[in-house]
């Protein structure tokens, strides 16, 4: 009997597009492998996910060549990698209680594609021995 692969974490914090979606990118490639994946959201990138910005790649400083890319090459976009994420399954996105609070955003806590708020307490527990950990 062959034993479950371990899970993958992902821990993001920037908002930035490029790390948002390097974020997503592992995620999905540990989905397609058949890996549980959980995705913690807190500051910036929490404030993407709740604002929707998951479509247009928006990069700072603008780099409209690397933009023109994505479309032609048909990467995907953030909500394209999020959609497989979650329809495999086998991954779910947690946002930071904390980070909401920080925000100010409480008020979008039903907003957004984000499975369970947790706090330290909780992402500390659920993650404790996790080997494949990834903060971007």
């Known amino acids: 009997m062959s034993t479950p692969a ?3 974490v992902v821990f993001l914090h920037s ?3 490029d790390r948002v979606h390097q974020g997503l990118s592992i995620a999905a490639a540990a989905v397609a492998s058949g890996r549980k994946v959980e995705v913690y959201l807190f500051w910036w990138a929490l404030e993407r996910f709740l604002e929707g910005r998951l479509d247009e790649p928006d990069f ?11 479309e032609t090459r048909r990467i995907p976009t953030l909500r394209q990698l999020l959609e497989h994420v979650r329809e495999s ?10 980070s909401l609070g920080a925000l100010g955003a409480e008020h979008l ?3 957004g594609p ?3 708020w947790v706090g330290w307490s909780a992402i500390l527990q659920r ?10």
């Open 15 to 17: 908002g930035d597009y």
């Open 89 to 98: 399954g086998l991954g779910t996105v947690q946002g930071c209680t904390g």
């Open 109 to 111: 806590a039903d907003k």
């Open 127 to 136: 993650t404790g021995g996790v080997v494949d950990r990834f903060y971007l």
């Open 6 to 8: 371990p899970k993958v």
């Open 60 to 70: 700072e400083p603008p780099r409209e060549d690397v933009a023109d890319r994505f």
């Open 114 to 116: 984000i499975d369970g």
